[in-house]
């Protein structure tokens, strides 16, 4: 009797101990959530400002107004800079898609000689930091005539020459489909490219999606090659290079409030896409972390 | 660990296979890296080896070959022709003939520039009514981007040319065997098939060569000069210097002073210093709040989820440079904490070296954990169950079977992530750039470099308002051979970069 009590009792202090743990967790998680969504917060008050455009000692607006969005899309290029990111982005979801795509199967489904050595020769040219070949890529776009004022068909071009190293995640992807399938249709007398687009396609929808998600968001985030390529050209801007102009000194104590309605603008509907297509995203990146 | 024999190792039970995988592979990882080091020169001497044999081939084919083969070698396609390949012979003569054109109009007269890099930028004449008439002449940068253009056709022509050869002496072989060789509408529909590869990767191949093969290969040469802000074409030339600039960069330049190499040696510091903690904290830190979010009886697992993956949605620059706002000097923090009465003095969160260093690996958590949370929790779930049931068992703690399954199996799965992640924040850009600018700055260094530059964002600096070229390369080239070597080591020492077909 005595015995059992004992294990009753140790038994409800490891239910005890597991509640304070879990009560422990909750507290932590919850206040981590507070910290990942104040600056989200803070982004939405500031947009709704109707007093001030510069940066202000509190946090919530002594008057809501729409006041910021009507500057922003009257007063501004900031349009511009929307249809431009968002033609890039466009365009760069189909053409990175393909291209991405045809190298992975090529390199996942294939055997030919010089292949081990192609991978190699890109794992290679990967590590040179990206900028790099950006400054030379500038120069012969300008001789070509894409920067600047044409600065759109350059970008356009240039995310998507370069977007063929990116295969790892796909090739991931292709290298689980059984093997067995393809040469089951082989043998059936289909050729490479018919196993290609009715056999290896339609069992890749996980992974052409992810592929479109990351094509179509990636320009709205890029900075670096944006600014080297519209340099100089405000009408050619994107969305990051011409918001990020409005948080300089000279423009931030007038455009404070109108870079956060343009950011807000922004983030709203490229957020709705990511997050509608989330589970997309997690199994492309675990997929890709865990396959190297 | 030690080595078991094979039949007791067969024996085990799956998970406990595993396990003692995993310990074999930490054992056995100084032997590895001694391999490592063997390698290299066998891998040298097998591709001076490679070299000769295919100089051997070529010379072979021609004392085999017949008439048409040998006239092949001068001109391209000609055996093809008298071999029924039309098609083949078409494509391969037009290639020559285009090639020709291009380096007696074009090709040759760059070439030759490229040891000089011009001579003359700018030429002055008098017209006839009297007036100084300027014109550009020599423009150095259009010297050197189209003789590596010139350099690159060159290569890729005398490539066309092996594969024409070969194609003869394969052609050759089959009709002294009695068997027709293929005919070009095979060659066309093989492309769809066996040679599917071939359509599949041209274009791609085609981009990646000519928008970064061909622009890295420039920017190496342009370490080599001169090229800055006192050479800019079309007004000034620029010229080869030889090793100027990177004796500029790892020592002294011409008037002795050692301020470029101290700049440098202090950013590689801190991009080294940077990319480690960065990524150990986001990889511990988003691991354990994985660890958090998965464990038995929590719930609202899906919202502390869909919070956190928020930040990866929005766009960066619209996160950062608003937390960059938040933390300034007159940013809503220092404003909030004061009235709060916290503080009285403002404190420079981004703008004190020491404090904005520590502030930009903090607010990178608050970019990368939600990665980790992610990319954790699909590793974390696929530990196979029974490990920490048996664990249980035997008694073990909960720290216990962290160190002992958890963490082992994590840094086993995820070595090759760890690796990529760690070369990604070498070229961080945007945490660096979007949240300081690379601020403050500081007169000890050069180049306009701050304090929590990078060597990326350093880079993006001397380019974007230096005009420096030249110490740009530099620096681009010693980046990738930073990231080379790091990568180098741990490729080979890591496991699960071997087993590529193990899903097949």
């Known amino acids: 009797m005595s015995a059992n009590a004992d294990t009753k009792k140790k038994f409800r202090s490891k239910s005890r101990k597991e509640r304070t743990t879990r009560i422990l967790i909750y507290i932590f998680l919850t206040l981590l959530c507070l910290i990942w969504l104040i600056p989200f917060f803070y982004l939405v008050f500031q947009a709704f400002r109707g007093e001030s ?127 067995s399938l393809d040469e089951a249709a082989r043998i059936d007398g289909a050729t490479r490219s018919r196993v290609f687009f009715r056999i290896i396609m339609p069992m890749s929808k996980p992974i052409i999606i992810y592929t479109i998600m990351m094509a179509f968001i990636a320009p709205w985030g890029d900075f670096m090659y944006a600014s080297l390529i519209t340099f100089g050209h405000e009408e050619a801007y994107n969305v990051a290079v011409g918001l990020y102009k409005w948080l300089d000194k000279e423009h931030i104590n007038s455009y404070f409030t109108v870079f956060c309605a343009g950011g807000l603008f922004v983030s709203v509907p490229v957020t709705a896409l990511f997050m509608a297509l989330q589970r997309y995203y997690v199994e492309g990146v675990t997929g890709g972390a865990v396959k190297g | 660990m030690k080595q078991m024999a094979e039949l007791d190792y067969l024996g085990l039970p799956p998970f406990k296979r595993r396990l003692h995988d995993i310990g074999r592979f930490f054992v056995s990882l100084p032997g590895r890296l001694l391999d490592l080091l063997k390698k290299i020169p066998l891998g040298l001497k097998k591709v001076l080896f490679g070299i000769g044999g295919f100089f051997a081939n070529i010379g072979r084919i021609f004392k085999e070959g017949d008439l048409k083969t040998r006239v092949s070698f001068v001109i391209m396609g000609f055996g093809q022709f008298f071999r029924r390949q039309i098609g083949r012979g078409i494509i391969f003569l037009l290639m020559e003939a285009v090639f020709i054109y291009y380096m007696a109009g074009f090709g040759l007269h760059y070439l030759a520039d490229m040891t000089t890099l011009g001579t003359e930028a700018v030429t002055k004449t008098v017209n006839k009514y009297g007036l100084e008439v300027v014109a550009y002449k020599d423009n150095s940068l259009k010297i050197l981007l189209y003789g590596v253009l010139t350099i690159f056709i060159i290569v890729g ?14 052609a050759q072989k089959l009709i002294a065997e009695g068997i027709k060789p293929k005919s070009f509408k095979h060659d066309i529909k093989s492309l769809g098939d066996e040679q599917y590869y071939k359509t599949l990767l041209s274009v791609p191949l085609l981009g990646i060569v000519i928008f970064t093969v061909i622009p890295i290969f420039f920017m190496i040469l342009i370490a080599f000069t001169n090229y800055d802000y006192s050479h800019l074409p079309p007004e000034k030339l620029f010229g080869w210097v030889e090793f100027e600039n990177f004796r500029t960069m790892l020592a002294t330049d011409i008037s002795g002073s050692s301020k470029f190499a101290f700049t440098f040696r202090e950013i590689l510091i801190w991009t080294m210093i940077w990319a480690l903690v960065a990524t150990f904290s986001n990889y511990f830190l988003g691991m354990f709040i994985a660890i958090c979010i998965n464990k038995k009886g929590i719930k609202f697992k899906k919202v502390f989820r869909t919070v956190l993956v928020m930040t990866i949605a929005v766009p960066q620059f619209v996160s950062l440079l608003l937390v960059s706002k938040m933390f300034a000097d007159e940013g809503i923090v220092n404003s909030l904490l004061q009235k709060l009465s916290v503080i009285t003095e403002k404190i420079g969160f981004l703008s004190t070296p020491e404090l904005a260093k520590i502030m930009v690996l903090v607010i990178n958590l608050w970019v990368g954990i939600p ?29 216990k079977q962290f160190t002992k399954i958890t963490l082992p199996y994590m840094l086993f799965v995820t070595g090759p992530y760890l690796l990529t992640s760690f070369t990604a924040n070498i070229n961080n850009f945007n945490v660096i750039y979007l949240l300081t600018g690379g601020a403050p700055k500081t007169m000890a260094y050069e180049g306009g470099a701050g304090q929590t530059d990078l060597l990326i964002t350093w880079l993006y600096t001397l380019t974007m308002q230096n005009n420096d070229y030249k110490m740009a390369a530099v620096i681009g080239i010693l980046v990738f051979l930073v990231v080379a070597v790091i990568s180098l080591i741990v490729y080979n020492l890591s496991p699960s970069m071997k087993n590529e077909e193990d899903f097949q």
Do not use: C, H
């Not at chain 1, 929307?82 to 795509?101: D, E, G, P, R, S």
């Not at chain 1, 890109?122 to 776009?141: E, K, N, R």
């Not at chain 1, 300008?142 to 350059?154: D, F, M, Q, R, V």
């Open chain 2, 371 to 399: 990665y980790l949370m992610l990319i954790t929790t699909g590793v974390l779930m696929n530990i196979p169950a029974d490990l920490y049931e048996s664990a249980k068992i035997d008694g073990a703690s909960g720290i």
């Open chain 1, 53 to 179: 455009r510069s940066m202000v000692t509190y946090v919530f607006p002594k008057e809501w107004s729409l006041e910021n969005f009507r500057i922003l899309f009257k007063e501004t290029n900031f349009l511009n800079w929307y249809f431009n990111t968002l033609i890039v982005a466009l365009f760069n979801a189909v053409l990175q898609t393909v291209i991405v795509l045809s190298v992975a199967y090529a390199l996942s489904r294939m055997r030919f000689k010089g292949r081990k050595l192609l991978m190699n020769l890109m794992l290679i040219l990967g590590m040179f930091p990206g900028f790099l070949s950006m400054i030379a890529t500038y120069f012969i776009l300008k001789l070509i005539g894409l920067t600047s004022e044409n600065a759109i068909p350059g970008l356009i071009l240039v995310y998507a020459a370069s977007s063929g190293m990116g295969y790892y995640i796909a090739k991931g992807f292709f290298d689980t489909i059984p093997k």
């Open chain 2, 157 to 170: 022509f005398i490539w066309t040319w092996v594969i024409n050869i070969k194609q003869n002496a394969l």
